[in-house]
């Protein structure tokens, strides 16, 4: 019988955002499967190894403070199993400000692959709303 962990990906997708709200590039590293994609507004990127997941992350984490960012909501998650060990997280993502307004909006749309217990993100695709 799976346990919740391994039967779904959001309380790992939780675990990756509270991560990333910690501001520590090296945070979000053990959520990402060796090789991963990421594909935001900036361009296409291969994180083949711990040291590439955190190198991305320090460029998008040095932003933050100066757009004076406190923390990320997501209103609206949704979570597509593709297969036994795949899934999709995907929805909207809104940075605020520590009085709670908006500073960013924009899409996600994340692939997750379950090695062993452990959900991993095999790509990471942010977007600007349309």
Same mark, same amino acid.
């Given at each position: 019988?799976a346990t919740?962990? +391994?039967a779904e990906p959001?309380? +790992?997708f939780?675990r990756?955002?509270?991560?990333f709200? =910690?501001?520590?590039p090296?945070?979000? @590293?053990?959520?990402?499967h060796?090789?991963?994609l990421?594909?935001n507004p900036e361009?296409?990127?291969v994180?083949?190894n711990?040291s590439a ?9 040095a ?5 004076g960012?406190a923390?990320? +909501?997501?209103?609206?998650?949704h979570v597509? $199993? ?7 997280? =995907?929805?909207s ?9 908006a500073? $960013?909006r924009?899409?996600?749309?994340? +692939?997750?692959?379950?090695t ?5 993100i095999?790509?990471? @695709?942010i977007?600007?709303p @349309?």
């Open positions: 019988m919740h962990e +391994t959001l309380p +790992t939780k990756y955002t509270q991560a709200q =910690s501001r520590d090296r945070a979000p @590293v053990e959520f990402f060796e090789p991963a990421m594909v361009g296409v990127f994180l083949g711990p997941v955190e190198r991305a992350y320090t460029g998008v984490m932003r933050l403070p100066d757009l960012y923390r990320s +909501t997501f209103p609206d998650l597509r $199993r593709l297969g036994d060990d795949l899934a999709a997280v =995907s929805g993502c809104v940075w605020e400000n520590a009085s709670g307004e500073i $960013r924009f899409g996600l749309s994340y +692939t997750f692959r379950r062993g217990t452990a959900w991993k095999v790509s990471a @695709v977007y600007d @349309v």
